[in-house]
């Protein structure tokens, strides 16, 4: 089984600009840091799309492989 990371509810700063970005992905714990986990989540995001948010949920969660 493959843990992973349900991040949903993403909530984008977008400064009102029209853009297309995800309110829910998954993430491999492999990428996460045990120290904390939010601000991992929070750094992957904004640096994979290039957006600050204002929150999000996550969930740990298995996967079959």
Do not use: C, Q
Not at 26 to 34: F, H, I, R, T
Request: avoid cysteine; hydrophobic fraction near 35%.
């Amino acid at each position: 089984m493959s843990k992973f990371v349900a991040v949903t509810n993403i909530r984008w700063e977008t400064d009102g600009e029209e853009v297309d970005l995800p309110s829910t992905v998954y993430m491999s714990l492999e990428v996460m840091s045990d120290d904390d986990t939010e601000e991992t989540i929070s750094d992957i995001l904004s640096d994979k799309w290039g957006w600050l948010h204002n929150g999000f949920t996550w969930e740990e969660e298995e996967m079959g492989t």
